[in-house]
């Protein structure tokens, strides 16, 4: 699908959230989550193949994760989409007051606007989104790297991470036994040069001294 992930969240506090990826994101979530400024902003964070758009606005964040693929207007539509069900389905109070999670019952409505906005989307919302992009000059697409702090890790997810340390051991595995069968190829080939020189030596040997030796003694 080309929507893969998509949430609603107050600050870094997620409130409602739907995934349709098989990669766990959550930590590449969170860290954009908490680099978003307060103030009302849209922007486009690229990790991979995957883009990270979001729109924050009256202190809620709606943010959506996509394949590169469906470009801009798309997810920003989806998002527009998604900003106005949610505060047509809560209030303000209710909003502000729930915990982490605390509205993820409308994890399924998000789900399934994810699958109509990834299947087919509105044309007139489509083009709705492609104006407002053009108007708006502060939507601005940025490496996720670029929104890492020095001393931060520049690897965003555990299994980016892991998948980067498996094939590292992988290969450090593969290496040592590439040297391995090197290294008794080389033995071997040892063992069989000096024993062609031996073999080599004695038949010089012995065409001057007779296969007994007898003719070099004395």
Same mark, same amino acid.
């Given at each position: 699908?080309?929507? #893969?992930?998509?949430?609603?969240?107050?600050? $870094?506090? #997620?409130? @409602?959230?739907?995934?349709?990826?098989?990669?766990?994101? $959550?930590?590449?979530?969170?860290?954009?989550?908490?680099? #978003?400024?307060?103030?009302?902003?849209?922007?486009?964070?690229?990790?991979?193949?995957?883009?990270?758009?979001? !729109?924050?606005?009256?202190?809620?964040?709606?943010?959506?994760?996509?394949?590169?693929?469906?470009?801009?207007?798309?997810?920003?539509?989806?998002?527009?989409?998604?900003?106005?069900?949610?505060?047509? @389905?809560?209030?303000?109070?209710?909003?502000?007051?729930?915990?982490?999670?605390?509205?993820?019952?409308?994890?399924?409505? #998000?789900?399934?606007? &994810?699958? *109509?906005?990834?299947?087919?989307?509105?044309? =007139? !919302?489509? $083009?709705?989104?492609?104006? =407002?992009?053009?108007?708006?000059?502060?939507?601005?697409?940025?490496?996720?790297?670029?929104?890492? $702090?020095?001393?931060?890790?520049?690897?965003?997810?555990?299994?980016?991470?892991?998948? &980067?340390?498996?094939?590292?051991?992988?290969?450090?595995?593969?290496?040592?036994?590439?040297?391995?069968? *090197?290294?008794?190829?080389?033995?071997?080939?040892?063992?069989?040069?000096?024993?062609?020189?031996?073999?080599? !030596?004695?038949?010089?040997? @012995?065409?001057?001294?007779? @296969?007994?030796?007898?003719?070099?003694?004395?």
């Amino acid at each position: 699908m080309s929507l #893969i992930h998509a949430l609603v969240a107050r600050g $870094s506090i #997620i409130l @409602a959230e739907n995934s349709e990826g098989r990669r766990d994101f $959550s930590q590449a979530v969170q860290t954009i989550l908490s680099k #978003i400024p307060p103030n009302n902003s849209k922007l486009t964070y690229v990790w991979e193949q995957y883009l990270f758009h979001y !729109v924050s606005e009256g202190g809620l964040t709606y943010l959506v994760m996509a394949d590169d693929s469906v470009g801009r207007r798309m997810p920003f539509a989806f998002l527009a989409e998604l900003q106005r069900k949610f505060t047509t @389905a809560y209030t303000p109070e209710v909003i502000f007051d729930v915990p982490a999670y605390g509205l993820n019952e409308f994890s399924e409505e #998000i789900g399934k606007l &994810m699958h *109509q906005y990834s299947t087919s989307p509105p044309p =007139d !919302v489509l $083009s709705q989104a492609q104006a =407002d992009l053009q108007s708006v000059k502060n939507i601005m697409v940025q490496n996720v790297e670029q929104i890492l $702090s020095r001393g931060e890790r520049i690897e965003l997810l555990v299994d980016k991470t892991d998948n &980067m340390a498996g094939q590292a051991y992988a290969f450090r595995r593969g290496a040592r036994n590439v040297r391995r069968q *090197q290294f008794w190829k080389n033995q071997k080939i040892l063992i069989l040069s000096g024993f062609v020189l031996i073999v080599v !030596v004695y038949l010089i040997t @012995a065409s001057f001294c007779g @296969a007994g030796f007898n003719h070099c003694r004395g």
